[in-house]
């Protein structure tokens, strides 16, 4: 645990050097009460994001040409640091002090709800991973990044390899190489305390103001920040994995919320643009399933009717996603993996069969939650998995899949009685619906891909039909019923580490399989078996490069792993068809 919590307060002070510079140069102090932060909790949260922006950037170009290295960021960031303290001191200190006017204190249940809150955070990082992805690939794909950076055709190796998010260039730039017992939860963690955080301090910024419109809001952020601790798909499973579907429900959550608050405040800001931009674009980055968020950036556009946006916007997206397809052809064959698109073949290409294979079990997965599927073509009727997804979501799913709806029609058909720029509330759920038909149609997880959009949707309308009858003290009984169940939980979970002294000092490793040792052309292997009931073969921390599958087609395309790895002869189509994906 205490390594655990050295290493979130080193990640977060990194971060928040490499976004101060972003807030410095896109904000003035007058501007941060407007939506970004309204106190200096708030402003580091802020920083922060902006720093895993910057990072995100900086590390996705990087590791094209060299593997990752902690000791070469932290040589960066100390010049950083120096320059914002030599040139930007008094920048700095105006933002410091103008910092809006919530008071930063919090009364005794916020303080023990906040405690217990981040004790639970590094507990579950200091637990042992169960997400079946990290487990799958994505520590292999952090372990490539960071020992030989981009490399041709790690994808044939196994196809998951291919989906290199930038979350992991983050994660592997981060990694501090003398925590040596280490499961890599560090930056999810700390990502997770600093969105708390941020929206606690939206939460209690609105309370302070008794006007119709900053009680629905203050509802609103409540709403959000209780139910990303209730269910586990959010707070809780984010905190005990690499899993970078959280920072792509939180920024597309930042993004829908900028347009809620500004229909509420009943004014655009003028010089937030490239704010928005940034993290628009870092979410598809992270996760090509976030395209639609540029719904959201086409009616910021529409609504700004500028040419100098639409130019800014079409550079910060250069910028922000070249590297990004850049590192997917080198790794995959194709810019834009999973989908099947090619400019060219070049030999280390992921063999289009497979590529088609993993770009129809993501598909199907999606689709046929909780229920049987195969990467294999199924009916053509264009809808008929919907009745099976439906059976196959969990209860809140369900919930709030049908209130998201609801919500669209209700808050474009019914004028609020809130006062509020109604005309602008259309155009942002005109503009939600798309993007729920976009999620529904290509990715239909409610809870790793949906969350970002029926979230906040649903709690916006909700808090604008009940903030009225919501009194504050209301919400302090429910924090301090909360506290209580999450200390039992606590306790439930810690009861192991309690159990073991020494992970109180250090995390608990991901486990190692066993594994055999297969040479092709000189170059080893290691292939795992199957341990902890799993239905497939997986990775976790095994020394690369490893291989999930038996795969007689392999091929090293050099003397050594950094030339990487091909496929020849082009597999046929049984080969594909048996490929356990």
């Known amino acids: 645990m205490l390594q655990e919590f050295l290493h979130i307060i080193i990640t977060s002070l990194i971060l928040m050097t490499w976004g101060a510079p972003l807030a410095l140069l896109l904000l003035t102090p007058s501007e941060k009460s407007r939506f970004w932060y309204h106190s200096v909790i708030g402003m580091f949260s802020f920083l922060f994001f902006c720093g895993c922006i ?108 291919g989906l ?67 269910d586990w798909q959010l ?35 003028e010089n937030t643009s490239l704010l928005l931009f940034l993290f628009s674009f870092t979410i598809i980055s992270f996760k090509f399933s976030g395209i639609f968020i540029l719904i959201l950036v086409c009616l910021y556009l529409l609504q700004k009717r500028k040419s100098t946006y639409f130019f800014s916007s079409v550079i910060c997206g250069l910028f922000i996603l070249l590297p990004v397809c850049i590192k997917n052809y080198i790794i995959t064959g194709y810019p834009f993996y999973p989908l099947p698109l090619s400019i060219n073949k070049p030999d280390w290409q992921l063999p289009s069969l497979l590529t088609k294979g993993i770009y129809r079990y993501i598909l199907n997965s999606n689709r046929f939650y909780n ?90 309308c909700i808090s604008m039909l009940s903030y009225r009858f919501i009194k504050p003290v209301f919400l302090n009984i429910f924090l301090a019923g909360l506290v209580l169940g999450m200390t039992y939980y606590i306790y439930q979970k810690g009861r192991g580490l309690i159990k073991e002294p020494q992970y109180f000092l250090l995390p608990q490793k991901e486990d190692l399989p066993p594994f055999k040792t297969k040479y092709i052309n000189g170059i080893s292997i290691n292939v795992p078996e199957i341990i902890n009931g799993n239905w497939n073969r997986r990775c976790y921390d095994l020394d690369l490069p490893c291989s999930c599958e038996e795969n007689p087609y392999l091929q090293p395309r050099g003397k050594t792993i950094d030339k990487g790895f091909r496929m020849y002869p082009e597999p046929d189509s049984l080969f594909a068809k048996n490929y356990i994906y």
């Open 54 to 161: 910057t990072l995100n950037i900086f590390s996705s170009w990087w590791v094209l040409f060299a593997p990752l290295n902690f000791s070469t960021l932290l040589f960066i960031t100390f010049f950083l640091l120096t320059g914002l303290v030599v040139f930007g001191k008094n920048r700095i200190l105006l933002f410091t002090k103008n910092r809006g006017n919530t008071k930063s204190t919090f009364s005794f249940t916020e303080l023990i709800y906040i405690t217990v809150s981040f004790t639970l955070f590094i507990v579950l990082g200091t637990l042992k991973p169960v997400n079946n992805d990290t487990q799958i690939y994505h520590l292999q794909i952090i372990k490539w990044f960071s020992e030989y950076g981009t490399v041709p055709g790690i994808a044939n190796l196994s196809p998951r390899f």
């Open 164 to 230: 290199g998010s930038g979350w992991f260039t983050l994660i592997g730039i981060l990694e501090i190489p003398v925590f040596k017992i280490k499961n890599f939860s560090f930056l999810n963690v700390s990502f997770v305390c600093w969105t708390f955080l941020w929206l606690f301090d939206k939460y209690k910024y609105y309370r302070t103001d008794n006007s119709e419109n900053n009680k629905v809001l203050s509802l609103y952020y409540f709403a959000l920040f209780i139910y990303f601790m209730v």
């Open 235 to 269: 707070f809780r499973d984010a905190s005990n994995s690499t899993n970078y579907d959280f920072p792509v429900t939180v920024f597309t959550i930042i993004i829908i919320s900028f347009f809620i608050e500004e229909i509420f405040k009943g004014k655009l800001l």
């Open 371 to 460: 229920a049987p599927f195969s990467a294999e073509p199924m009916e053509n009727s264009p809808l008929y998995w919907v009745p099976i997804w439906f059976r196959g979501i969990l209860i809140q799913h369900k919930l709030f899949f049908f209130i998201a709806v609801f919500s669209i029609i209700i808050l474009s058909a019914t004028k609020p009685i809130v006062p509020i720029e109604y005309r602008r509330l259309k155009y942002l759920m005109a503009a939600v619906f798309l993007m729920l038909c976009g999620w529904f149609f290509t990715a239909p997880d409610p809870g790793r891909f949906g969350y970002g959009i029926l979230l906040p949707v649903s709690f916006l």
